[in-house]
């Protein structure tokens, strides 16, 4: 399942990309914001598309959008168990992807077009973890940190 999630400078670009995944016959979930406010804040949206990936983390994944992608960003990565992404290109989803696993994609409503967005979307979803020695070293090394905190 796909968890998606945007504050109001991302809501227009959520709603293409939703009925874009929806195309692509992805099971996707509209978690907020539902309608644009511009006093909306991307924390509140982080947290609710973290909490559903947390539920089922091997099998759920999200997708946040906030203006700059940096909110989202730091918010979503303060919860234990999340892997954000901060990403701008197709180069970067791979990577994102195959070395450090990510399970939450964040993107910068503001800097990207939606056309490049999907083909971010597709390569992010499509590229499988390495699940190289090297990769999974470094992720349990982020897990370990995680449990002294």
């Known amino acids: 399942m796909i968890y998606i999630g945007s504050d109001h400078r991302g ?6 990309i ?13 978690v907020g914001s539902h309608t644009l406010d511009p ?12 909490r559903m990936v947390q539920k089922l983390p091997q099998r759920h994944v999200g997708i946040l959008l906030c203006g700059s992608g940096i ?3 730091v918010a979503a990565n303060k919860f234990r168990g999340i892997r954000a ?6 180069k970067m989803a791979r990577a994102a992807r195959n070395d450090d696993n990510t399970n939450i994609l964040i993107m910068p409503a503001d800097y990207l077009h939606f056309s490049e967005e999907k083909r ?5 979803l499509k590229t499988p973890f390495s699940k190289l020695t090297r990769h999974k070293r470094r992720i349990q090394q982020i897990n370990d940190i995680e449990k002294q905190w």
């Open 39 to 50: 006093d909306d804040d991307y924390p509140q949206v982080a947290r609710e598309v973290v």
């Open 120 to 124: 971010i979307i597709k390569t992010w």
């Open 11 to 16: 809501f227009h670009d959520k709603r293409l």
């Open 85 to 90: 992404g901060l990403v701008t290109s197709e």
């Open 18 to 30: 939703v009925a874009y995944l929806k195309r692509l016959r992805y099971p996707v979930v509209d």
């Open 71 to 73: 909110g989202a960003s």
